[in-house]
């Protein structure tokens, strides 16, 4: 086991996503402090031409072939098998994503490789390497002691900066057996399921409104619709309020949703759980409402108040309408 | 068609979590454990498919404390059998083991798709529907939010969530895993006289088998953020906080 | 079933309040009571009155505001009482109403188990449906106590509590008559009583009042069924009734009931008399008057 590390890329679109990026930049941290290289695995379709955007690693390991033109858990594994046997890395990081959780997860119990999922740090530390996951919903924090062989690594989307590993550069390319020891995979790829076209983007709307589960019920929204659109913004949600029906998906913040970064998110009653801060972590201006001081979207927000959502909103719709009514004046 | 749900008991997060003295580990008197919520998922989904195709359900879960309410509201809900596995192990273990545990126990048993929560709230270690599948050589899809079966070609349409309100169709060869993130519709509601007339009436199958070799992660220690550690936190009465919101966007030109 | 009823039946079932709170939270409004707010189960001796709280007064913000007043009144007034602080679970009337037998049926044992751990020589409760189901079902699975509704429980210390009230209240008072208090079990008087004992109350009746009061669309589980009933009925009987309120031209409409004060004063704004009518609870309207602020 050389003192490597191993990014698997991830793409969509023919685009290189940002948490391949976010890896990158970390992977070069890592791979300094251990004194080793960065290698990022490459697979699908088509994609030499994604090799330049990866210029943070030394080296790609691509397996380029139509039948890896689209993410198949078991076929993706089983090629990721051979890069990582080539590699041979102390560490391979994965995004906790779609297609890094299930790679995760499949090539831990095929390869007997240890593996954490939602780390939002690894450092290296006198006798090996401490990973920080978090868990129950963002409230608990664990400190783990890495094992002393190669480990997988999801890691939380948003975490690291995607800026730090958009570095150009020349990596070598390795070209690696992608040929599939079965013949016929078990699992093949029918079609892309686009999203239901939506009335607004939110991702392209500077103002977000977004509600969680303290909105309590629908009766309750128009209210937040209604600071909205004062401030001249759409609202958006987590996933239990789109799950309850309250807004439609479009609107929907965090892993199978949106990744937003407006001016302003004003959250309210949005209790921070990973799978939505990883939406909106990069917003400009947080500002967190929330009857739970413990609630995790505190240690994301730059303000917060604890406080019921319904008994601010009135007064922040009072104070907003007289402030724009004196200044029109 | 037969079908298998895994069930998992977590802590209950309004009960909220505290860690104990050693700081190593979730303090357990602390905690009220309720069915880990993608789970619940699994099993509508399992109960859709068995609405749609007559198919057999089977819940199992590891054996813990209150893990028979879960399994007695499985049966409830329509579940055609529910098994409480032993295994002799004194805390609620980690995916890896709780995964070989599993495949241990469902191995040669002839289930056509095993469905299971894609994560849980407690999960470090990875997924435990794709650990099993490791396992057992079986494929495996995570995220699922539809299934559709097609029993006589032996196969499954899945539908697999990705960011941004995208989703994958993939075709899977029965028998496989799944890992379920929603089912299509909110798990159902059991009406309370129908629980406890199950609770009378219905079996919770046991199902011995040998721990098998652990080799969890080393917790270090658990932490807490600290409570609003991040965020100036703003207080007074609603008026007081409306205005130093609005003084906050004002500042940065949000006013219009 | 409705989503939102579900999981305030859900919530019942694990939490034992519709709003899925933790039960160990269900006494934290008292901390900042201004009075000592005993739990039996602490104070460990008999009291003359236990205090069943239920579920919206202990969770809910703005009936929070008045558990705390109504314990500040009692501590006026000298009454030995206590709650059950986090033994207490909902009473069930939602659940009974909803059709949920095996919940209510769940509730009503638990909670005929735990009162039989202590002694008091009455109940006293501010929530009429719970007040009715005690009064009326409960025995009839072997739960039977003496319960009081606060009206009631004011209303018989009238003596003592009269020479307290000393400030006017800001306007015209109208009273509405909740269908629990009211239709279910004829307690019109004592709350008309307890009004007029406060000074200068100018007390004037809706034109649907008593016997015919209407009801304001909450109880017997349809607060979780709101979204529901708006996609098909024409307009919400909240808005019709504080529409009744504002035809008597009183700035104060009082209330007996924890659904009322959030129903009312959202119809107070949709039908656009914010500014011309506050909703009070007649428990407010006491500490009020008493300087219990």
């Known amino acids: 086991m050389a003192n490597n590390v191993l990014v698997v890329a991830e793409h969509f679109q023919g685009h290189v996503t940002d948490i391949t990026f976010e890896m990158l930049g970390e992977a070069r941290e890592l791979a300094r402090a251990l004194g080793g290289n960065v290698g990022v695995a490459l697979l699908g379709h088509g994609v030499g031409g994604l090799v330049s955007e990866l210029g943070a690693a030394d080296t790609v390991y691509a397996a380029d072939c139509l039948e890896l033109r689209e993410f198949i858990p078991d076929s993706y594994a089983a090629v990721l098998g051979r890069a990582i046997a080539h590699a041979s890395p102390r560490v391979i990081l994965l995004g906790s994503t779609s297609v890094g959780l299930d790679l995760l997860s499949l090539l831990s119990a095929r390869l007997n490789l240890p593996c954490i999922d939602n780390c939002i740090a690894v450092k290296v530390r006198e006798g090996g390497l401490v990973a920080t996951s978090q868990i129950y919903g963002g409230k608990v924090f664990a400190e783990v002691l890495l094992p002393q062989r190669t480990t997988l690594v999801a890691v939380a989307p948003g975490t690291f900066s995607a800026e730090a590993g958009k570095v150009s550069g020349k990596p070598q390319v390795v070209q690696f057996p992608h040929v599939l020891a079965a013949p016929e995979p078990r699992t093949s790829f029918r079609r892309w399921i686009e999203p239901p076209p939506g009335d607004v983007d939110i991702t392209k709307v500077p103002i977000l409104v977004s509600v969680g589960r303290g909105i309590q019920n629908a009766d309750n929204l128009p209210q937040a619709e209604a600071v909205a659109e004062l401030l001249g913004g759409t609202v958006c949600g987590s996933r239990p309020v789109i799950d309850q029906g309250w807004l439609p998906k479009t609107r929907q913040v965090g892993k199978s949703g949106m990744t937003v970064k407006p001016k302003l998110y004003l959250a309210l009653g949005v209790s921070g759980a990973p799978e939505h801060v990883e939406g909106m972590r990069g917003a400009e201006l947080i500002v967190a409402i929330n009857t739970d001081p413990q609630a995790p979207i505190f240690s994301v927000a730059h303000y917060g108040v604890v406080a019921d959502l319904l008994d601010i909103l009135p007064s922040l719709s009072e104070e907003i309408k007289g402030r724009q009514e004196s200044s029109a004046a | 068609m037969n079908l298998a749900v895994l069930a998992k008991q977590v802590p209950d997060l309004v009960e909220g979590v505290e860690i104990d003295a050693s700081g190593k580990a979730v303090d357990p008197t602390s905690i009220r454990y309720i069915l880990s919520e993608l789970d619940d998922h699994a099993l509508e989904e399992a109960l859709l498919l068995k609405e749609r195709t007559q198919a057999r359900v089977e819940v199992f879960s590891l054996e813990t404390s209150e893990v028979k309410d879960t399994l007695f509201t499985a049966l409830a809900k329509g579940a055609d059998r529910v098994v409480a596995v032993q295994t002799g192990l004194e805390s609620s273990p980690d995916n890896h083991t709780a995964a070989k545990v599993f495949a241990s126990a469902l191995a040669g048993l002839p289930f056509d798709l095993i469905l299971t929560g894609v994560r849980a709230i407690d999960d470090l270690d990875g997924s435990l529907g794709g650990l099993l599948a490791g396992y057992l050589n079986l494929p495996y899809v995570g995220l699922i939010r539809k299934v559709e079966l097609a029993a006589d070609q032996g196969k499954a349409i899945v539908e697999k969530e990705y960011p941004g309100g995208y989703a994958a169709e993939l075709e899977v060869q029965l028998p496989a895993v799944l890992g379920i993130q929603a089912a299509e519709q909110p798990p159902r509601y059991v009406p309370v006289s129908r629980l406890r007339q199950v609770m009378k009436t219905g079996v919770v199958e046991e199902l011995l088998t040998s721990p098998p070799t652990a080799q969890p992660l080393e917790v270090e220690r658990l932490f807490k953020p600290e409570e609003g550690k991040g965020a100036t936190m703003l207080s007074g009465s609603p008026e007081e906080v409306a205005r130093q919101i609005a003084n906050l966007l004002a500042e940065r030109r949000l006013l219009r | ?293």
């Open chain 3, 1 to 293: 079933m409705e989503q939102e009823l579900q999981k305030a039946l859900q919530n019942t079932y694990l939490y034992g309040n519709p709003m899925g709170q933790s039960p160990r939270k269900r006494a934290e409004w008292a901390k900042t009571a201004g009075v000592s707010v005993p739990v039996i189960s602490q104070i460990k001796r008999p009291v003359d009155v236990l205090w069943i709280v239920e579920c919206y007064p202990s969770y809910e913000p703005r009936n929070q505001e008045i558990s705390r007043k109504l314990a500040r009144i009692l501590s006026a007034l000298g009454v030995d009482f206590a709650i059950l602080g986090h033994e207490e679970r909902c009473i069930g009337d939602c659940e009974w109403l909803a059709g949920e037998r095996g919940l209510f049926e769940m509730l009503i044992e638990r909670n005929i188990e735990i009162l039989g751990k202590y002694r008091f020589k009455e109940i006293l409760i501010t929530d009429p449906h719970a007040y009715r189901t005690l009064l009326n079902i409960y025995p009839k699975l072997g739960g039977t106590f003496r319960v009081k509704h606060y009206v009631q429980f004011f209303a018989e210390r009238l003596g003592q509590l009269k020479p307290l009230l000393k400030k006017k209240p800001s306007a015209a008072v109208t009273y509405h008559d909740s269908c629990c208090l009211g239709r279910k079990t004829g307690h019109y008087d004592e709350p008309r009583a307890l009004l007029e004992a406060i000074p200068g109350v100018k007390l004037v009746e809706m034109i649907q009042n008593r016997e015919s009061s209407l009801c304001c669309g909450g109880g017997a589980s349809t607060i979780y069924l709101d979204r529901y009933i708006q996609e098909r009925a024409k307009d919400r009987l909240a808005d019709r009734r504080v529409q009744q309120a504002a035809a008597t031209e009183a700035g104060i409409l009082a209330v007996a009931c924890p659904y009322e004060p959030s129903r009312f004063e959202d119809a107070v704004k949709i039908t656009g008399n914010e500014g011309k009518m506050i909703v009070r609870d007649i428990i407010e309207m006491l500490a009020e008057s008493m300087g219990l602020e």
